[in-house]
Protein backbone atom coordinates (compact mmCIF):
# COMPACT_ATOMS: atom_id res chain seq x y z
CA UNK A 1 0.00 0.00 0.00
CA UNK A 2 1.48 3.43 -1.05
CA UNK A 3 1.94 5.63 2.19
CA UNK A 4 0.19 8.50 1.78
CA UNK A 5 -0.39 11.89 4.15
CA UNK A 6 -2.17 14.71 4.35
CA UNK A 7 -1.78 17.82 6.77
CA UNK A 8 -3.89 18.46 9.89
CA UNK A 9 -4.07 21.23 11.89
CA UNK A 10 -3.01 20.78 15.64
CA UNK A 11 -1.74 23.93 17.40
CA UNK A 12 -3.94 26.67 16.62
CA UNK A 13 -1.43 28.91 18.22
CA UNK A 14 1.21 28.40 15.01
CA UNK A 15 3.94 30.58 14.40
CA UNK A 16 3.48 32.89 10.73
CA UNK A 17 5.71 33.22 8.10
CA UNK A 18 7.79 36.23 8.16
CA UNK A 19 8.22 38.09 5.34
CA UNK A 20 7.22 35.39 3.35
CA UNK A 21 10.91 33.65 3.60
CA UNK A 22 11.65 30.05 4.79
CA UNK A 23 14.74 28.65 5.51
CA UNK A 24 13.58 25.16 4.74
CA UNK A 25 14.30 24.95 0.55
CA UNK A 26 15.45 21.83 -1.30
CA UNK A 27 16.28 20.92 -5.04
CA UNK A 28 13.92 19.60 -6.86
CA UNK A 29 14.25 17.94 -10.20
CA UNK A 30 11.12 18.25 -12.52
CA UNK A 31 9.98 15.77 -15.41
CA UNK A 32 12.46 17.90 -17.80
CA UNK A 33 15.75 16.95 -15.99
CA UNK A 34 15.44 20.32 -14.49
CA UNK A 35 16.76 21.36 -11.14
CA UNK A 36 14.51 24.08 -9.50
CA UNK A 37 14.34 25.20 -5.72
CA UNK A 38 10.88 24.16 -3.86
CA UNK A 39 9.78 25.14 -0.57
CA UNK A 40 10.25 21.76 2.08
CA UNK A 41 6.86 21.42 3.00
CA UNK A 42 7.71 18.96 5.48
CA UNK A 43 9.82 21.55 7.70
CA UNK A 44 7.13 24.61 6.68
CA UNK A 45 4.24 22.19 7.82
CA UNK A 46 6.13 22.08 11.31
CA UNK A 47 6.46 25.99 11.45
CA UNK A 48 2.68 26.41 11.53
CA UNK A 49 1.49 23.54 14.14
CA UNK A 50 0.71 20.62 11.06
CA UNK A 51 2.05 17.13 11.20
CA UNK A 52 1.36 14.19 8.82
CA UNK A 53 -1.29 11.78 9.54
CA UNK A 54 -1.46 8.49 7.86
CA UNK A 55 -4.53 8.22 4.80
CA UNK A 56 -5.67 5.25 3.42
CA UNK A 57 -7.16 5.77 -0.15
CA UNK A 58 -8.06 2.41 -0.13
CA UNK A 59 -8.67 0.64 -4.32
CA UNK A 60 -7.11 4.22 -4.74
CA UNK A 61 -3.70 2.83 -3.23
CA UNK A 62 -3.34 0.84 -6.68
CA UNK A 63 -2.24 3.41 -9.06
CA UNK A 64 -0.74 1.51 -11.78
CA UNK A 65 -4.69 1.24 -14.06
CA UNK A 66 -5.65 4.98 -14.16
CA UNK A 67 -8.08 3.91 -16.78
CA UNK A 68 -9.91 0.90 -15.08
CA UNK A 69 -9.55 3.41 -12.15
CA UNK A 70 -11.44 6.77 -13.96
CA UNK A 71 -14.65 3.95 -14.04
CA UNK A 72 -14.96 3.88 -10.53
CA UNK A 73 -15.01 7.50 -9.55
CA UNK A 74 -18.67 8.78 -8.67
CA UNK A 75 -18.15 10.51 -5.40
CA UNK A 76 -16.08 13.56 -3.81
CA UNK A 77 -14.01 11.29 -1.83
CA UNK A 78 -13.61 8.91 -4.75
CA UNK A 79 -12.00 12.00 -7.16
CA UNK A 80 -9.91 12.38 -4.05
CA UNK A 81 -8.66 9.05 -4.24
CA UNK A 82 -7.95 9.79 -7.92
CA UNK A 83 -6.22 12.40 -7.56
CA UNK A 84 -4.08 10.74 -5.18
CA UNK A 85 -3.27 7.88 -7.35
CA UNK A 86 -3.00 10.18 -10.23
CA UNK A 87 0.09 11.63 -8.50
CA UNK A 88 1.54 8.99 -7.16
CA UNK A 89 1.30 7.18 -11.39
CA UNK A 90 3.61 10.81 -12.03
CA UNK A 91 5.89 10.02 -9.23
CA UNK A 92 6.25 5.79 -10.32
CA UNK A 93 6.03 6.18 -13.60
CA UNK A 94 6.47 9.39 -15.50
CA UNK A 95 6.96 8.01 -19.00
CA UNK A 96 3.12 7.24 -18.96
CA UNK A 97 2.70 10.99 -19.06
CA UNK A 98 3.21 13.41 -22.11
CA UNK A 99 2.45 16.38 -19.60
CA UNK A 100 4.61 16.23 -16.98
CA UNK A 101 4.82 19.95 -15.78
CA UNK A 102 2.18 21.94 -13.68
CA UNK A 103 2.51 23.70 -17.38
CA UNK A 104 2.14 21.35 -20.25
CA UNK A 105 -0.22 19.71 -18.17
CA UNK A 106 -3.06 22.52 -17.18
CA UNK A 107 -2.11 23.06 -20.91
CA UNK A 108 -3.58 20.13 -22.26
CA UNK A 109 -6.25 20.29 -19.51
CA UNK A 110 -7.36 23.50 -20.73
CA UNK A 111 -7.20 22.61 -25.01
CA UNK A 112 -8.89 19.43 -24.03
CA UNK A 113 -11.61 21.22 -21.72
CA UNK A 114 -12.06 23.85 -24.68
CA UNK A 115 -12.95 20.73 -27.14
CA UNK A 116 -15.25 18.68 -24.63
CA UNK A 117 -18.12 18.96 -26.83
CA UNK A 118 -16.19 17.63 -29.91
CA UNK A 119 -14.63 14.44 -27.52
CA UNK A 120 -18.52 13.62 -26.48
CA UNK A 121 -19.57 13.28 -29.90
CA UNK A 122 -16.76 11.35 -31.36
CA UNK A 123 -17.33 8.89 -28.08
CA UNK A 124 -21.21 8.68 -28.82
CA UNK A 125 -21.54 10.28 -25.21
CA UNK A 126 -23.65 12.76 -23.95
CA UNK A 127 -22.30 16.07 -22.31
CA UNK A 128 -23.68 16.45 -19.33
CA UNK A 129 -25.32 20.11 -18.18
CA UNK A 130 -23.66 19.54 -14.24
CA UNK A 131 -20.19 17.65 -14.48
CA UNK A 132 -19.93 14.35 -12.59
CA UNK A 133 -17.24 13.53 -10.60
CA UNK A 134 -16.87 10.87 -12.89
CA UNK A 135 -15.89 13.40 -15.96
CA UNK A 136 -13.72 15.70 -13.59
CA UNK A 137 -11.76 12.48 -13.25
CA UNK A 138 -11.47 11.88 -16.93
CA UNK A 139 -10.41 15.34 -17.76
CA UNK A 140 -7.67 14.86 -15.36
CA UNK A 141 -6.74 11.74 -16.73
CA UNK A 142 -6.83 12.48 -19.95
CA UNK A 143 -4.70 15.97 -19.44
CA UNK A 144 -2.05 13.68 -18.50
CA UNK A 145 -1.49 12.31 -22.37
CA UNK A 146 -3.50 14.98 -24.37
CA UNK A 147 -1.27 16.69 -27.15
Known sequence: MVDATVLARINAGARQPVGGRHAGLMVMRDGDGQDRQEPDWAALAGEFGLVSVPVDFGRFNDFQDLDAL???????????????????????????????????????????????????????????????????????????TYE
Open 70 to 144: VETVETHEDLTGFVFALEANLHHDPEAWENRTLESYLDALQRFTTSLDSWARNNAQALPVQPTWHLIARLLLIAR
